[in-house]
């Protein structure tokens, strides 16, 4: 709604033209704009009036906009020249001193003379809304007050408080702050308010063929505009208030309670109030011009106080005007005339959009001009709607919504004639019915795309509609006809009434989606919406589902426009909403209205919204669900430029926080998003290699710490494209022009294909069928064994480039980091499965075994064989030779671990590849056997470097391996190692009867393997040997405090108290310190276990005594923690002595509560010695 200026009204031709009997302010001056009198004017002056006095010009410049209100005309009749009030108040006006007029406004006021000039520019905001204080140039349309510089105030000059302005200058930024942020909320009121009004207009707008038959036929009523009714709502609510009749008042107030009648700025923005009702009928109840004396006492009108029309009207009889007054009144005319047709202009583009967007809804509501409307009384059975023919000869446009049943009426033939009102009701709603089933279906925008019905039907099942059930069935079947409504009416019923005031609010639904596509007014719809969106405040899994079954019913009937126009609006007001059930609710609809959706707004707008939800909700649930919608909205986007913007939304999604969200993009996002770029022909160009770079370029700024999470956050992405790229590589290969599907077609078989995440990740669904598949595979297979790869493209680029790339990846991880190999073993693991057997075979396994160059001419002890250090030998084993288990596998793979095995200690290399081939495969049960086989191979195996490490590897197998198989093939192969002729080799074996100690619970184990470390302790061939012992101390270390209390008792410790009473007479120094540290280390972490009496005092206490005696010579640092654990050791026996009921001591609890404690933690900070003993400290037993 235009800004309407007080100085500078001016009707339109179509307020003209609806308005043709009114005589109110359709005379304008040419020179001001200010209101004239009208024809039937009181108070112009008659034909044979005197002619005006000269001029009194009060600026000293030339005349402003309004400039034609500083002329006056003083009356030939006066004695004295008068200057008139309302010039006075013009020029005040014009002068911009706004307060002075003010004030003057209000002592008129006071004296019962109201100025219309001041009351009509102080009651409107819009002279106090201008942000510019530059004088206006004679091109820019500014009133003629100009533009008024914001004061400290909040909108109007009546609000000033002119309190703040103190001397207190410490509060003057805080208020200036507070003032503003008032403003700003008063200028967003003021948008909404204006919405409002241009909306209303526009829909209220009376076309121009009733506005020409309100001309030809003066006695039918126009229809009432919004704007006009608030008016009168106003006035004549003012009227009853000024009359004394309250209760009247009271009442009206009551029946329209969506205005506030204390504030005149509610009827409309930027509109001054115009007089009362009285003033009204007295100004136009008269038809005839009234004499000269009939003066209002209220405004004190008389000939010196009339506007510049009349003067303008006789300028050329001025025979004392000068010229230079003349030129200027000339030029103010012309700037008049300059700011008229700006005016002009934008109200006639506004106009024109106006009349565009009425035309474009009536093109969406509107039947075919070839039928007569039918009014849908619901509410009555027993009357006919009168229908009047359309004469409108135009063919119009099919609308969008073609079930969608027309709200104004029912089309009927137009050479039909008028049906009499007294037709029968039944007859009326059969022909309607009947009607309706003749309507084509809705159409909707069909995406460019090419997706299978079976994956675009996988992919609408995450949706989350239901309609199995009795209320699902209601929700989904709209009525489309008064009966129909009725019966729905009346199989609902029963269940609203007794449930409407509890949790079962869902029975409202199909009522609420019934009425919404059936009520005629655009509010009330939009109101039963909001009340669909608001019905449960914190709807459950099962309320939403209903509330969506219904949307998307909606949807189905009303068709794409209406959504756009009345649902998502809603699903925008409670994108922010506190409950995140309702967030939740918001995510969830985007995705099901997404099919229904006009393509244009699925790219924009509602990508948008589920992309700020995405990074702002801070609910795991509402994330997940927009992902979820994201995956559909992919499923039906055309739009090759929101490529970027779905890559980065993915790439987003995964890094998310919440396994949820990540699972969801898995299961969901990742397969829609490749079907999408499958179809732009990039899955292979551009979204698996952008990937790879960022695989990369985290390897090269990972040299010094690699970020495994993001890594794995690839390399999933990576592994979900598995399915989509091996379909391309189908869909895209010289055999698909011969499948047929006709005749008997194998069956798939079930592990065919690894398990997929989702049914989105089913290659079976990707390609369309099972049958298509089967069929598919069949020649896949047959091209690779006899007919080769060429002219096949998408093979070819994962021959050539994929798979090298890959490799040589895999070749730069760190081969120690667990969580990398198993990562990428599971993606090689899911590529071979799927591309199938042949392909791994003569693909993938030739590329891997060109690398290693596994071969006993290769063994270089001088150089090594660097790559069989590397990360690719335990992912090629684990990856690649176990995706199939049948024999030959198993012997290629066996064949495999024991080459490496004989390489890497034939070379004397690092065996962190072979460890992790072995950590790896024994977390799978099912090669516990096959590497049981491999060690074997190493036991027996010529060479004592191979035998050694065949000897270590026992230790990290024998964690997972079961106590049978402990007792039948590792320990028997440990004892053939410990008798071995070579010294190294009975030493590598004490680490694996260590963790056989520490994991095995039988007896029987226990003690051979007791025996045999005894007959290490004890055997006098063994007491120089210095490596054998600090073997013994380091593994008694880290298997003391898990291994059985019996065995820790009886053995370990005893054993450490002999070693330390040796080392004290050892006479070389370097082997001393490095069994004092061992056994330092062993004792700290022994330190934490229940001890007996007898144990502390006969073995723990004099073992540490005599370590403390090594480490006062070797180490004071240690000494010093060392007489702390001695010291409070003592207290706890001389207590146990006197009477404590404690049966056993512990070391580390009698440290808590003494000083001895932070000396004894300061001291171990200080320490430089490993403490990788220490890490087991506070274990418990397992």
């Not at 027993?382 to 009426?409: E, F, V, W």
């Not at 194998?746 to 294909?753: D, G, L, M, Q, S």
């Not at 050694?948 to 079961?962: D, P, Q, S, Y």
């Not at 026996?1133 to 000396?1159: C, F, H, W, Y």
């Amino acid at each position: 709604m235009a800004s309407v200026n007080p100085f500078n009204q001016s009707d339109s031709d179509e307020e003209a033209e609806r308005r043709p009997s009114e005589t109110i302010d359709t005379e304008r001056s040419p020179s001001n704009g200010a209101p004239g009198p009208p024809p039937g004017n009181p108070f112009a002056p008659p034909a044979d009036s005197e002619p005006p006095a000269p001029l009194l010009v009060l600026s000293n410049s030339r005349t402003s906009p309004s400039g034609g209100e500083g002329i006056s005309v003083a009356s030939s009749t006066m004695a004295d020249a008068r200057i008139s009030v309302d010039l006075i108040a013009a020029q005040l006006l014009r002068d911009q001193y706004i307060l002075t007029a003010l004030e003057l406004h209000t002592e008129l006021l006071e004296a019962g003379r109201e100025l219309p000039r001041l009351r009509d520019y102080f009651s409107n905001p819009g002279n106090f809304e201008r942000q510019s204080g530059t004088p206006p140039s004679k091109d820019q349309a500014l009133g003629p007050g100009g533009p008024l510089n914001r004061a400290g105030s909040i909108s109007t000059l009546d609000s000033l408080d002119f309190a703040r302005y103190s001397d207190d200058g410490n509060r003057e930024s805080d208020e200036r702050v507070a003032v503003l942020e008032f403003e700003l909320r008063k200028a967003k009121e003021t948008i909404q308010a204006l919405r409002a009004n241009l909306t209303q207009a526009a829909e209220s707008e009376v076309p121009s063929q009733e506005r020409k038959n309100f001309k030809s036929n003066p006695e039918s009523q126009e229809a009432i505009r919004p704007l006009e009714k608030r008016a009168l709502n106003f006035l004549v609510n003012e009227y009853l208030l000024k009359n004394e009749y309250k209760l009247s008042a009271i009442t009206f107030s009551d029946e329209n309670d969506d205005q506030d009648f204390e504030l005149w700025d509610d009827v409309g923005l930027n509109t001054p109030k115009p007089p009362d009702l009285q003033q009204l009928y007295r100004n136009c109840g008269a038809a005839s011009p009234l004499s000269r004396d009939t003066v209002d006492v209220a405004v004190e009108v008389d000939f010196g106080d009339l506007p510049g029309n009349c003067i303008a009207q006789e300028t050329p009889k001025k025979p004392d005007l000068s010229q230079q007054q003349q030129a200027e009144v000339v030029q103010e005319l012309e700037y008049q005339i300059s700011l008229l047709n700006n005016e002009k202009e934008s109200l006639s583009e506004q106009i024109k959009k106006l009349q565009s967007e009425i035309q474009s809804l009536k093109r969406t509501v509107s039947a075919p001009p070839s039928t007569e409307r039918l009014s849908l009384d619901l509410g009555s059975e027993n009357t006919a709607a009168p229908s009047s023919p359309n004469t409108s000869s135009d063919p119009m446009p099919p609308s969008d919504n073609g079930q969608y049943l027309d709200i104004r009426g029912v089309s009927a033939p137009e050479n039909d004639s008028k049906p009499p009102l007294t037709q029968n009701t039944s007859q009326t709603h059969n022909e309607i019915h009947n009607r309706l089933n003749k309507r084509p279906p809705v159409q909707f925008d069909q995406p460019n795309r090419k997706l299978t019905p079976a994956f675009q039907q996988a992919l609408l099942s995450f949706c989350r509609m239901c309609s199995d059930s009795r209320l699902g069935a209601e929700v989904s079947r709209i009525a489309d006809s008064e009966q129909s409504v009725m019966l729905m009416l009346g199989r609902c019923l029963p269940h609203i009434v007794p449930n409407v005031l509890l949790a079962k609010r869902e029975e409202l639904i199909p009522l609420i989606l019934c009425t919404a596509c059936l009520h005629p007014e655009p509010k009330e719809r939009d109101q039963l919406l909001h009340i669909l969106f608001n019905l449960i405040k914190r709807p459950d899994d099962e309320q939403r589902q209903m509330i969506l079954t219904g949307c998307v019913a909606f949807a189905r009937h009303v068709g794409p426009t209406r959504v756009e126009a009345e649902l998502l609006p809603q699903c925008w007001e409670q994108i922010n909403h506190k409950y995140p059930e309702r967030r939740l609710l918001v995510a969830e609809a985007c995705g099901a209205l997404a099919p229904y959706l006009p393509k244009e707004i699925r790219s924009s707008l509602v990508l948008s919204m589920l992309q700020q939800m995405l990074s702002d909700d801070k609910a795991d649930m509402v994330r997940e669900a927009v992902v979820k919608s994201l995956a559909i909205l992919m499923g039906y986007i055309d739009d090759a430029d929101k490529y970027s913007q779905g890559f980065e939304l993915m790439l987003l999604s995964l890094g998310d926080p919440s396994e949820r969200v990540v699972g969801a993009v898995h299961q969901v996002f990742i397969p829609a998003f490749a079907a999408w770029t499958t179809e732009l022909c990039s899955l292979h160009t551009t979204l698996i290699p952008s990937l790879m770079a960022r695989i990369e370029k985290l390897l090269m700024q990972g040299e010094h710490g690699l970020d495994e999470h993001k890594l794995h956050m690839y390399l999933s992405a990576l592994q979900s494209l598995i399915p989509p790229l091996f379909a391309v590589v189908l869909q895209n290969a010289p055999f698909t022009s011969r499948v047929k599907l006709h005749g008997d077609i194998p069956a798939i078989e079930v592990t065919r294909f690894p398990r997929p995440a989702s049914p989105l990740q089913d290659v079976a669904t990707i390609i369309g069928s099972r049958e298509m598949l089967s069929a598919l595979l069949i020649l896949y297979d047959h091209q690779l064994e006899h007919e080769g790869t060429t002219g096949w493209e998408s093979l070819l680029w994962v021959v050539n480039q994929f798979l090298p790339q890959l490799i040589e990846i895999v070749g730069r991880i760190n081969v120690t980091s667990s969580t990398c190999v198993h990562e990428f073993s599971r993606f090689f693991w899911r590529l071979c499965r799927t591309f199938g057997k042949i392909f791994t075979n003569t693909k993938v396994k030739p590329q891997f075994q060109e690398i290693l160059r596994l071969s006993e001419e290769n063994v270089d002890t001088s150089a090594g064989n660097d790559i069989l250090t590397k990360a690719t030998v335990p992912i090629y084993a684990t990856g690649v030779l176990t995706c199939y288990n049948q024999e030959e596998d198993r012997k290629l793979l066996v064949g495999f671990l024991e080459d490496v095995m004989t390489t890497l200690s034939l070379s004397h290399a690092p065996l962190d590849s072979l460890k992790a081939a072995f950590v790896e495969l024994g977390a799978n049960p099912v090669y516990h056997e096959l590497l049981l086989t491999v060690l074997w191979y190493g036991v027996v195996h010529t060479s004592a470097l191979v035998r050694c490490t065949a000897a270590r590897m026992f230790e990290l197998l024998v964690k997972g391996v079961n106590e049978t198989l402990v007792a039948q093939r590792v320990v028997p192969a440990l004892i053939t190692l410990s008798s071995d002729p070579e010294i190294s080799v009975r030493i590598s074996t004490i680490p694996a009867f260590g963790t056989i100690m520490e994991t095995v619970t039988q007896k029987e184990l226990l003690e051979r393997v007791k025996m045999q470390l005894a007959s290490f302790l004890e055997d006098p061939q063994y007491q120089d040997q210095h490596s054998l012992h600090m073997e013994i101390v380091r593994t008694f270390g880290r298997v003391g405090p898990n291994a059985e209390p019996r065995f820790r008792d009886e053995f370990v410790l005893p054993h450490l108290h002999k070693l330390a009473l040796a080392n004290n007479s050892q006479t070389v120094e370097s082997k001393r310190i490095d069994i004092a540290t061992q056994l330092f280390e062993a004792y700290s972490a022994l330190s934490c276990c229940f001890i007996s009496e007898e144990v502390m005092v006969n073995h723990f206490l004099p073992g540490l005594r005599c370590l403390r005696a090594d480490m006062e010579q070797l180490s004071p640092e240690h000494e010093v923690i060392l007489s702390s654990m001695v010291k409070e050791c003592e207290i706890k026996v001389e207590n146990r002595a006197m009477g404590d009921p404690q049966g056993s001591v512990s070391i580390a609890s009698s440290l808590v509560g003494e000083d001895a404690k932070t000396k004894f933690l300061s001291k171990m900070g200080q320490l430089t010695t490993s403490g990788a003993m220490l890490a087991n400290v506070f274990q418990r037993k397992k």
